[in-house]
């Protein structure tokens, strides 16, 4: 079973960039934008503990990497974020299709039907707008 690391933690954070630093790191089993942020650490350390990489030159790397770690970061919990709502909004839809099945009236099933449609649109609109629509209607 596999070690569950809080990347969040700053006492882990620490831990795991001393031994980035340290070279004893062992990013194998890291999340993509961590494995990405602690393997390029760990050579920015080695530049600046044996190639003569200058202390200032060395901060400056580490935080554009860091910058590129919060917004790899920022993407990804975008795109759980995204995917889970996709995914409520299918749970959602197949609810609204068994009462469409279940419904008797045309105007009920127009109304669940432009509400499915809106939720695999993603637009939240789309439904209010149609019903709008069709009571202007003749």
């Known amino acids: 079973m596999k070690t569950q690391i809080n990347f969040n933690d700053s006492d882990t954070r620490k831990r795991l960039e001393r031994q980035a630093y340290d070279g004893t790191i062992d990013v194998a089993d890291f999340p993509p934008a961590e494995y990405m942020y602690f393997s390029e650490l760990r050579k920015i350390y ?27 970061v920022a993407e990804y919990e975008n795109f759980r974020r995204v995917y ?51 009571e202007a209607l003749p």
């Open 46 to 72: 080695y530049d600046f503990k044996f190639n003569e990489l200058s202390k200032e030159d060395a901060e400056n790397r580490k935080r554009k990497l860091l910058r590129r770690y919060n917004e790899a």
């Open 84 to 134: 889970r709502e996709y995914q409520d909004n299918l749970r959602r839809a197949g609810t609204l299709i068994a009462q469409i099945n279940k419904s008797e009236s045309t105007e009920k099933i127009a109304e669940l039907a432009c509400t499915v449609i809106g939720l695999m649109l993603g637009d939240d609109s789309f439904a209010p707008r149609i019903k709008t629509k069709l």
